[in-house]
Structure formats: structure tokens, C-alpha cells
């Protein structure tokens, strides 16, 4: 069973491979001329963000974690439970 897993892995790697190196003669330098400029550019454009906005996505992810904390433990005090009375 694990042949076949392994077998797979590699054909899969080996497609992977060949399509990167397709992709990879297929670009021009124009092409990654162009791509580099534009990654520059969306760079900088991200630099000029109000301090007023970092702060509240930073609060807002603050606050998704404490609630997906929340939700995770009654997940898994429920599985606790179900788990017991199963095995009485």
C-alpha cells in the first residue's frame, strides 16, 4: 500500500517538475520585467496606510481569535461528552 502512495508522490513531483520547467522557458525577460514593476509598486502602495487602520484590523484579528477560541472549546467539550457517553 505504501508503494503505491510513494509511487503517486513521485509521479506527482515529476509533473510538477515539468510543468515548472514549461513555465519557465515560456516567460520573457520583458514579462518579468514587467511582474517585478508591478510587485514594486504594490509594495509601496501598502506602505501608506493610516496607523488608524492597522490598529483596528490588528483589534478585529484580536478579536476573531478570541471568538474562534471560544467556539474550538465548545467543539471540543462537546466531543468530550459525546466521547463519555459512549463509552458508559
Known amino acids: 500500500m ?3 502512495v510513494i509511487n503517486a508522490a513521485k509521479r506527482c513531483y515529476e509533473v510538477t517538475k515539468q510543468k515548472t520547467v514549461d513555465l ?3 516567460i520573457s525577460g520583458k514579462q518579468i ?8 509598486v504594490a509594495g509601496s502602495s501598502h506602505a501608506a496606510v493610516d496607523a488608524a487602520i492597522t490598529t ?3 483589534t478585529a484579528g484580536t478579536d476573531v481569535g478570541t471568538v474562534g ?3 474550538f472549546a465548545v467543539l ?3 466531543a468530550a461528552f459525546k ?3 459512549r463509552a458508559l
Request: no cysteine.
Open 2 to 4: 505504501f508503494n503505491k
Open 24 to 26: 519557465w522557458n515560456r
Open 33 to 40: 520585467a514587467v511582474g517585478s514593476g508591478l510587485m514594486l
Open 56 to 58: 483596528a484590523i490588528t
Open 69 to 71: 477560541g471560544a467556539v
Open 76 to 78: 471540543v467539550a462537546a
Open 83 to 85: 466521547w463519555l457517553r
